[in-house]
């Protein structure tokens, strides 16, 4: 698997505010999503075999992540 690093992209940059609509017909904000320590976001792509193979563990560590105050999206 390829990743790319870039500035835009390490820990702690803040994201710009953003209103999407989701697969469940609701519009979700950044506030929406952040906790109280943070967020995490990921772009996937929901049919390609390396986000099939893992995303039972990021569902998982989601909901760790929730425990310690920090939300999770998936775009």
Known sequence: MVTKLSEE??????????????TDG???????????????IVF??????YVKAI???MVENAKTLAKEGVGFCAI
Do not use: S, W
Request: aromatic fraction near 6%.
């Open 9 to 22: 992209g390490q820990l702690g940059t803040m994201v710009p505010d953003f209103a999407l609509q989701a």
């Open 26 to 40: 609701r519009t979700y904000k950044l506030k929406d999503i952040m906790g109280e320590n943070g967020a995490v």
């Open 44 to 49: 996937i792509c929901n049919h390609c075999p």
């Open 55 to 57: 995303t039972a563990r």
